[in-house]
Structures are given as structure tokens and as C-alpha cells.
């Protein structure tokens, strides 16, 4: 057997099937000044309103403009109001864009970065590993609170995006990840239906990526394949019965599940990396790139993973992987085509030069050789 390590993020407790009102309490009572963090869109509903009353006095400041894909302004924005605020844990309450956001102003606050060029030439290579979390934990920390199923909150690592150049970056500390989660499924209830269903996507791509990786290990393979049998499950059910609470909180768990393959080390592929390129370029929504890209990728990946392709194949009642996902997710009442996004043929060679060879699609099971086979995988799904 070959030497490998697995790592723990430095997260201590994640509450799953819990009540809001009943978990943020005790997760924020050894804090003096707690930031909320939250979107326009759920700013002033009943979600935020609940999470406000149960920070209670704590409460120092709020934060609701963290836009889609976590801009360097936004991010850059919220550090300042932390340092004002002099806050020692952040309540980061949404979906992937708010938790990653979060992250990475509390990387700035640590690391005393003010300005978009320092933030920048904080970003890590995509290929790097968080390294040891020991020693005292700065502040402030996290505690987050999902909206979606993208699972950012499991991650020490985050993106973030320079608008201007049309580029995403990933910050990397151990101590990134939110020292907690609270997954309660009624916390997803004011999600929009195709942002929820399309974070879920997100989920399996994790799974679906890893299990079919040229590098499995068999932590990563336990929890990828559970992960994908829950969703493949619980996603459906919340389109038919959006009331559905047991199901949300399957699809909370699944999407955790989805992600700790990658703690065992094993990577991600084109999926991912295209989707980076699209979300920073075209502003595609996280989730939104999973569905258009996974299909795809895992056609042009089927020379050499065909018989792990077709495990997943088999989870979803078909024989072939990038056909029963594309039918997966179509069900679901998602877009599967980059048309579909504004995007099309003449738009191709240009988001494929913008791959500058680093992973996770240098990390792909078939070997991606250049832009010419990053335009192979667009058009696949065009």
C-alpha cells in the first residue's frame, strides 16, 4: 500500500438536524463581538431575524453585501468592518459565496492585508495543502450557517474573485474552515429552488470527481459514493416536496459527506476547474458550472475511468455516467448547456486560454494538455 495522509480541518463540532435557535446560542456564548454575515437577499427575512435574536447582545455589526463568487471589494470591505468592530467570531449565514467571503476577510484581518493587490498575492496554488493547524487559533474565527449544498463551510480553503481581470483565486490557512456548522434544514427554506437544487449538483460533482479520480483511497471512496446515494435520492424528493424537511437535512449531510474525500487527499478535476474559469469569467453561479460541466467532463474522461464512470452510472438507473447525469440533472429542472448560459461557440477559445496549468484540471483523470483540450470539454457540453 502506498504512504499517503489524511488531514483534519480544524473544525470542532458540525450540528446536523439542529435547530438555529437552538445551537447558534451556545456556539457564540464565549464571544464578546460577533459579525453577522449574510446577503442582500436574505438581509431582513425571517432567517436573518432568527439568527440575529439568537446572537442576542453580541451582535456588533451586520454585514449584507457579500455578492455572488466573494469579490475582492466585498471581501476587502467586510475585513475593514471587522477590524472597526473589533470582532471575535463571525456568524457567516448563506451559501458558498458568504462563507468563502468570510474566510477570506478573516485571513485579511489576520494577516493585516487593506488592499486588493496584497489580497491577491495572498491566493495559494490550487495544488498546495493547508498545512498543520496547531498552536492558539486566531481571530476572529467562523461559525457558519449553510443556506446551500455547495459545502464551503468543510473547507480551510476559499475563493475569492478579482472582477476587473475576470479571475478567481483561492485562499488557503487551516484555519479558514468555520471552527463550526450548524446544518438545519429549515435554514435552506428561503433559498430559491434552482440555487438549492444546483448546489446539490455542486455536491455530487465533489463526490462523482473524487470517486472516479486515478488516485482513489478508500476513505475517499466510502464517503463519495454515500454522498452521491443520498443525493441522488434526497434532491429529487426536495423538487417534488419542497416542504420536505427529512430530505433537506439528507441533502445537508450528503453534501458534508461530499467533500471529505478530499481531506484523504485525493483531488478534483475539469468539472471544478472549468467551473472556475466560468464562474470568474461569465459570473455562472457555482453550482449553475457543475451542471453544465460534469456531464461533459465525464464523457471526455471515459477512455480512461469508464468503469468507475459506470458505477455512478449505475446509481442513477442508467449504463452511462455523463448521459445519466446530464438526465439527473435535466430532472431537476436545470440548465445542462452552456447556451443555456449566455455562453456559445465563439466564446469557447477564449474562456479555454484563460487555464494557466494549475490544478484541479492539471489534477484531471484523463491528462488535459492545453487549451485545445479545455475547448475539447467546453464544446461537449455546448
Not at 58 to 64: C, V
Not at 216 to 223: E, I, L, N, T
Amino acid at each position: 500500500m502506498a504512504a499517503s495522509l489524511h488531514q483534519w480541518p480544524a473544525q470542532g463540532r458540525v450540528h446536523h438536524g439542529a435547530d438555529l435557535a437552538d445551537a447558534l446560542p451556545r456556539e457564540v456564548s464565549d464571544a464578546a463581538r460577533v459579525v453577522l454575515v449574510t446577503t442582500r437577499s436574505l438581509a431582513g427575512g425571517a432567517l436573518a431575524t432568527r439568527a440575529a435574536e439568537a446572537i442576542g447582545p453580541r451582535l456588533a455589526a451586520t454585514f449584507s453585501a457579500m455578492r455572488a463568487h466573494s469579490p475582492v471589494e466585498d471581501v476587502l470591505a467586510l475585513a475593514a468592518l471587522l477590524r472597526d468592530a473589533e470582532a471575535d467570531l463571525v456568524v457567516a449565514l448563506g451559501g458558498g459565496s458568504v462563507i468563502d467571503g468570510s474566510k477570506v476577510a478573516c485571513l485579511a484581518v489576520w494577516r493585516g492585508i487593506t488592499e486588493a493587490g496584497s489580497l491577491i498575492a495572498a491566493a495559494a496554488s490550487r495544488g498546495a495543502a493547508p498545512g498543520n493547524w496547531d498552536g492558539a487559533p486566531p481571530t476572529p474565527r467562523i461559525v457558519a450557517v449553510p443556506t446551500t449544498l455547495s459545502a464551503a463551510e468543510f473547507a480551510p480553503h476559499a475563493g475569492y474573485t478579482d472582477l476587473a481581470a475576470g479571475r478567481k483565486h483561492r485562499a488557503l490557512d487551516p484555519w479558514m474552515v468555520p471552527r463550526a456548522v450548524i446544518l438545519d434544514p429549515a435554514a435552506t427554506a428561503e433559498t430559491p429552488a434552482e440555487l438549492l437544487l444546483s448546489s446539490g449538483i455542486r455536491a455530487f460533482d465533489h463526490a462523482a470527481e473524487r470517486w472516479c479520480s486515478t488516485a482513489p483511497s478508500p476513505f475517499s471512496d466510502a464517503v463519495s459514493r454515500q454522498a452521491m446515494l443520498m443525493l441522488a435520492d434526497a434532491l429529487p424528493r426536495i423538487r417534488r416536496h419542497p416542504e420536505d424537511l427529512a430530505a433537506r437535512g439528507a441533502a445537508q449531510q450528503a453534501a458534508w459527506l461530499s467533500v471529505m474525500g478530499g481531506w484523504a487527499g485525493v483531488p478534483v478535476g475539469a468539472s471544478h476547474g472549468i467551473g472556475y474559469i466560468l464562474g470568474a469569467a461569465r459570473g455562472v453561479p457555482h453550482g449553475v458550472t457543475s451542471c453544465l460541466m460534469l456531464h461533459a467532463v465525464m464523457r471526455w474522461n471515459a477512455p480512461v475511468n469508464e468503469q468507475r464512470q459506470r458505477d455512478i452510472a449505475h446509481l442513477l438507473g442508467a449504463e452511462e455516467a455523463g448521459p445519466a447525469i446530464e438526465a439527473f440533472v435535466r430532472g431537476l429542472g436545470l440548465p445542462t448547456r452552456l447556451s443555456e448560459q449566455g455562453i456559445d461557440a465563439a466564446d469557447i477559445p477564449d474562456l479555454a486560454s484563460r487555464w494557466n496549468g494549475d490544478a484541479p484540471i492539471a489534477t484531471n483523470p484523463r491528462p488535459v494538455r492545453g487549451a485545445e483540450d479545455v475547448a475539447a470539454i467546453l464544446r461537449l457540453a455546448a
